[in-house]
C-alpha cells in the first residue's frame, strides 16, 4: 500500500482557459478549454506521483463530473480510492486575460457530504496504514468543522505523521489534536494567530508558540513572491521566492507542499526539503491552468534556491490564539 496518502474532502473538476479581453455582455471567444483533477490533496498526490513516490489520493466522487475526476486521475496516473457520494463533484474554472496578464479564478461552494459519507473517507484514508497523511484543502458542507482534526487523531493512533493545509476553522479544529506539519499561507496564518506583519523574527515566534504548545511539530509557511519559512523547535530556515513571470497563480501551495514531503520521505535533512518546495512552488507558476509542477521544471529551478538559518536566541512576546 501507498507510503503517502492524501485526502480530499471538496475536490473539483478544474477547468481552464484563456480570452484575449474580458467584457461584459459580450461573445468572449476562448482558447481551447483544459480540464484537470483538483482540490487541494488530488493536486498534492498529482506532484508526489510525478516525482516517482508511491501515493493514493482519497476523495468523493459523485456524478457525471465524479467519473470525469476519476477518469482524469487515471490518465495520470495516480492511484485513487473514490468514495461514492450522492451529491455531484463541483467544477471550478479559470480565465486568463492576454491583454492584462491577469487570471480570474471561479470557484463552485463544495458538494455536501453525509455522515456515512465523510466517514468513509477517514476509513479509506487510514487504510494500509500510511506513513504519511496529507489532508487538504476545504471542508464541504455536511462534514464537521473537525475533520481534519478527526484524521489528525486517528492518523496518530496508527502512527502516521498528519500534514494538514487548510485554514480558519478547520485548521484551528486541527491543531487542537496535535500535527506533524502545517502549511499556511501568510494570510491563513494571520488569521491563525492574530498577527498581521510579514517580519521573519515575528513569525518565527508565533510558529515556536504553537511548536510549545504541543500542537503541531512543523510549521511550512509560504509566502508567495516572498518566499518561505520552515520553523520547528530548534531550527528556522528562510528561502526567498524565485523571480518568474508567471502563467498562473494557480497550484503553487499544492506543488511546494507535495515536494516537500516527497524530500521528507527520502531524507530528513530540513534544508533539501524546503529547497524542493521553493523549486516546486515556482514550477507550478510558469504553467498553464492548474498544470503544476513537472519534475523537470522542479529540476532547473533546483540550483538558484537559496537557503539560510536564521538564529533565533531570544524570543519575543508569544501570539495567542484567537
Known amino acids: 500500500m501507498a507510503q503517502i496518502v492524501t485526502v480530499t474532502p471538496s475536490p473539483a473538476i478544474d477547468a481552464s482557459t484563456a480570452v484575449g479581453k474580458i467584457a461584459p455582455f459580450s461573445k468572449l471567444r476562448c482558447?481551447?478549454?483544459?480540464?484537470?483533477p483538483g482540490g487541494g490533496g488530488?493536486?498534492?498526490?498529482?506532484?508526489?506521483?510525478?516525482?516517482?513516490?508511491?501515493?493514493?489520493a482519497v476523495y468523493p466522487s459523485g456524478g457525471a463530473t465524479g467519473e470525469l475526476l476519476r477518469n482524469l486521475l487515471d490518465r495520470e496516473g495516480v492511484n485513487g480510492i473514490a468514495v461514492a457520494v450522492a451529491a455531484e463533484t463541483r467544477e471550478d474554472f479559470t480565465v486568463f486575460e492576454e491583454s492584462t496578464r491577469q487570471q480570474f479564478r471561479f470557484m463552485m461552494p463544495g458538494s455536501p457530504l453525509a455522515e456515512t459519507e465523510w466517514?468513509?473517507?477517514?476509513?479509506?484514508?487510514?487504510?494500509?496504514?500510511?506513513?504519511?497523511?496529507?489532508?487538504?484543502?476545504?471542508?464541504?458542507?455536511?462534514?464537521?468543522?473537525?475533520f481534519f482534526g478527526r484524521i489528525v487523531q486517528a492518523g496518530a493512533a496508527i502512527g502516521a505523521r498528519v500534514i494538514v493545509d487548510s485554514s480558519r476553522a478547520p485548521l484551528k479544529a486541527a491543531l487542537q489534536s496535535g500535527l506533524y506539519l502545517i502549511k499556511p499561507s501568510l494570510s491563513e496564518f494571520w488569521n491563525l494567530t492574530g498577527l498581521n506583519c510579514d517580519?521573519?523574527?515575528?513569525?518565527?515566534?508565533?510558529?515556536?508558540?504553537l511548536i510549545d504548545h504541543?500542537?503541531?511539530?512543523?510549521?511550512?509557511?509560504?509566502?508567495?513572491?516572498?518566499?518561505?519559512l520552515l520553523i520547528t523547535r530548534d531550527r528556522a530556515l528562510r528561502a526567498e521566492g524565485l523571480a518568474i513571470e508567471a502563467a498562473t497563480v494557480s497550484g503553487a501551495g499544492d506543488s511546494f507542499l507535495a515536494a516537500m514531503v516527497w524530500s521528507l520521505q527520502n531524507d530528513p535533512d530540513l534544508a533539501t526539503a524546503l529547497r524542493f518546495g521553493i523549486a516546486a512552488g515556482t514550477a507550478a507558476?510558469?504553467?498553464?491552468?492548474?498544470?503544476?509542477?513537472?519534475?523537470?521544471?522542479?529540476?532547473?529551478?533546483?540550483?538558484?534556491?537559496?537557503?539560510?538559518?536564521?538564529?533565533?536566541?531570544?524570543?519575543?512576546?508569544?501570539?495567542?490564539?484567537?
Open 199 to 209: 517580519d521573519d523574527a515575528t513569525l518565527i515566534d508565533a510558529a515556536r508558540d
Open 42 to 56: 488530488i493536486n498534492v498526490a498529482r506532484v508526489i506521483q510525478r516525482l516517482g513516490a508511491d501515493v493514493r
Open 119 to 146: 466517514s468513509q473517507l477517514i476509513q479509506a484514508t487510514l487504510a494500509g496504514l500510511p506513513g504519511f497523511i496529507i489532508a487538504s484543502g476545504s471542508v464541504p458542507p455536511g462534514a464537521p468543522e473537525d
Open 285 to 322: 507558476l510558469v504553467n498553464p491552468g492548474t498544470e503544476l509542477a513537472r519534475p523537470q521544471d522542479i529540476a532547473g529551478f533546483l540550483p538558484q534556491v537559496r537557503i539560510r538559518e536564521i538564529a533565533t536566541a531570544t524570543r519575543i512576546a508569544a501570539s495567542q490564539l484567537r
Open 31 to 36: 482558447a481551447q478549454l483544459r480540464r484537470h
Open 214 to 228: 504541543g500542537l503541531v511539530e512543523m510549521v511550512a509557511l509560504s509566502m508567495g513572491p516572498n518566499g518561505a
